[in-house]
């Protein structure tokens, strides 16, 4: 069985880093969104937010897919939420 994978849907991202403050508090017991292991960019010429995930040190835990409010973050062999 491979490892797990968090899938990225970057349009539905609102840019709001609940995923990346969700990230820190769990890692390092502090609502620090520059630690997160969850890094947000803005992608001007698409008007949306590309979100990037460091998976050489990201635990998988899954803190940051029940963060998300707007289902930009799920597992990768789940069904899309809507």
């Known amino acids: 069985m491979g490892k ?16 990346a403050i969700a990230c820190s508090v769990f890692n390092f017991d502090e609502a620090n969104p520059s630690k997160s292991y969850i890094k947000l960019k803005i992608d001007e010429r698409k008007e949306r937010f590309h979100i990037s995930i460091d998976e050489e040190r990201c635990k998988l835990c899954g803190e940051c897919i029940k963060a998300c409010y707007y289902n930009a973050l799920r597992w990768e062999d789940e069904a899309p939420r809507s």
Not at 4 to 19: F, P, T
Request: net charge positive.
């Open 4 to 19: 797990k994978r968090i899938h990225r849907e970057d349009e539905r991202c609102s840019g709001c880093l609940s995923c």
